[in-house]
């Protein structure tokens, strides 16, 4: 019996080895689109920090969670993932204004 758990534990560690690869791919590809809109705010002459945007972005992801995930834990989660974007936003709009500002 006990070999047993422990091939059920081995495949639901594997199980999230691979969904970890998938939030990896997904957290990547969050970034890429975060740069860009950085890169537009920058033309649009917007600030990178956008509250009501955020607010949006924590309503929508709260309202969808079917759990187990407590709505205050999937907040903290996305605060961070938020946190990071707005970071990658303000250095793709750096990057954007040396590039311009270049002779």
């Given at each position: ?30 970034a ?7 890169r ?31 709505l ?32």
């Open positions: 019996m006990n070999n047993h758990l422990t091939e059920d534990l081995e495949r639901w560690r594997d199980k999230i080895d691979v969904i970890d690869s998938e939030l990896v791919r997904l957290l990547n590809e969050r890429r689109c975060a740069e860009e809109i950085g537009i705010k920058l033309i649009l002459g917007l600030d990178a920090y956008s509250p009501e945007r955020e607010e949006e972005v924590m309503k929508n992801v709260t309202t969808s969670n079917p759990g187990p995930l407590s205050q834990a999937l907040r903290r989660l996305f605060e961070r993932i938020i946190d990071e974007s707005r970071s990658i936003e303000r250095l793709a709009m750096m990057r954007k204004k040396n590039r311009q500002d270049r002779p």
